[in-house]
C-alpha cells in the first residue's frame, strides 16, 4: 500500500527543472508533498484534494491524476535550498473516525552549483 | 506556537531495556500519528490516533510496541523489551482533521534510539 515514488534519486545543477513522481495501488483521496533534509523532520510542501490541485510556494508545484492514482510534483529553476529528500504521502481512505495515511518510498534530490 | 515537542532527543539503551518516548502535539490539533524511519524502510506509520482513539495500529511492528494517548496534549511509545533493531529515528506528527479533509501533519524533531 505504499505508494512508488520515481526516481529514487536525481542530481540537478541550480537552475534546472525537475519531476517526481508518486503513484499509487489505491484510490486517493488527497496527495501530501514533504521535504525532508538530513537530520531534520520532514516538512510539508503542500497538498492536493480530490477534484483539484494546489499550487504550493515558491517554484514548487505538483498535479493530482485521480484516475490514473498519481501525482508529481514539480521544481522549476532549482535552487541548492531544494536540495533533501521528498516524500509523498497518500490518503487513501477516508472513514467517520480518520483516514489511512502512507508515505511513498521517497526521491533523493541534490542540486549542485 | 509550539510545534510538536519529542522527548528525549536521543536515547541510548541495553537490548532489553525498556525505552518511553514522548510527544506533545500541537494544541487544537485532534489527529497524532507515530511514525519509525530507517535507511532500509524510510518512512513507516506505526499507528495513528484521532481524538485520542487509536484508529489503525496496523504498522505496529510486534507486541513489543506499544502506544497510549490518554489525553489531547500527550502520547507515548514504548518498546519493550527494546531489541537492536529497533535503532531508528521515531518521528511524532500532529494534525487537525476536519470535515473538509486531512490536515497537514506538523512533524516533531523526532527521537534517535540507538539500541546496543
Known amino acids: 500500500q505504499q505508494p512508488v515514488q520515481s526516481p529514487q534519486a536525481v542530481i540537478l545543477r541550480e537552475g534546472e527543472d525537475a519531476v517526481i513522481n508518486c503513484s499509487s495501488s489505491k484510490a486517493l483521496y488527497s496527495v501530501h508533498w514533504y521535504r525532508q533534509k538530513h537530520g531534520e523532520a520532514p516538512v510539508f510542501l503542500m497538498i492536493l484534494l480530490k477534484g483539484g490541485e494546489q499550487k504550493g510556494h515558491e517554484k514548487i508545484s505538483a498535479s493530482f491524476n485521480e484516475k490514473k492514482q498519481q501525482s508529481s510534483l514539480y521544481l522549476t529553476a532549482s535552487q541548492l535550498s531544494y536540495s533533501g529528500t521528498y516524500f509523498c504521502?497518500?490518503?487513501?481512505?477516508?472513514?467517520?473516525?480518520?483516514?489511512?495515511?502512507?508515505f511513498g518510498t521517497g526521491t533523493s534530490l541534490t542540486v549542485i552549483p | 506556537d509550539a510545534g510538536v515537542i519529542q522527548s528525549p532527543r536521543h536515547e541510548v539503551t541495553e537490548m532489553g531495556q525498556e525505552v518511553t518516548l514522548r510527544c506533545k502535539p500541537i494544541s487544537g490539533h485532534n489527529s497524532l500519528f507515530w511514525y519509525r524511519q530507517t535507511m532500509m524502510r524510510g518512512l513507516e506509520l506505526l499507528i495513528y490516533?484521532?481524538?485520542?482513539?487509536?484508529?489503525?495500529d496496523s504498522g505496529m511492528p510486534e507486541d513489543r510496541f506499544s502506544a497510549k494517548m490518554p489525553n489531547a496534549s500527550f502520547s507515548t511509545l514504548k518498546i519493550q523489551p527494546s531489541e537492536p533493531r529497533d535503532s531508528a529515528v521515531y518521528f511524532c506528527?500532529?494534525?487537525?482533521?476536519?470535515?473538509?479533509?486531512?490536515?497537514?501533519?506538523?512533524f516533531g524533531p523526532g527521537t534517535r534510539l540507538l539500541v546496543l
Open positions: 504521502g497518500t490518503d487513501v481512505s477516508m472513514t467517520n473516525t480518520g483516514n489511512q495515511f502512507y
Open positions: 506528527a500532529s494534525s487537525r482533521i476536519t470535515s473538509g479533509g486531512p490536515g497537514t501533519q506538523y
Open positions: 490516533f484521532n481524538n485520542n482513539v487509536p484508529i489503525d
